[in-house]
């Protein structure tokens, strides 16, 4: 089941999802202040997957 998640900050989940898709993972604390500068972001999970 997909699940959308409105704002989730979780900085382990962006970089799987950034380096997915062939951008590279970021360090934890450049990533970190990224979605601490976000207003506002989507999710979406399958189970606890994020996949978007």
Known sequence: M???K???K???????LYDSVG???NPKE???K???NTF???SIYEDEN???
């Open 2 to 4: 997909l699940n959308i």
């Open 6 to 8: 409105e704002n989730c």
């Open 10 to 16: 979780n900085v382990d989940d962006f970089n799987l």
């Open 23 to 25: 951008w590279g993972a």
């Open 30 to 32: 450049i990533s970190k």
């Open 34 to 36: 990224a979605l601490e």
């Open 40 to 42: 506002y972001s989507v």
């Open 50 to 52: 994020i996949v978007g």
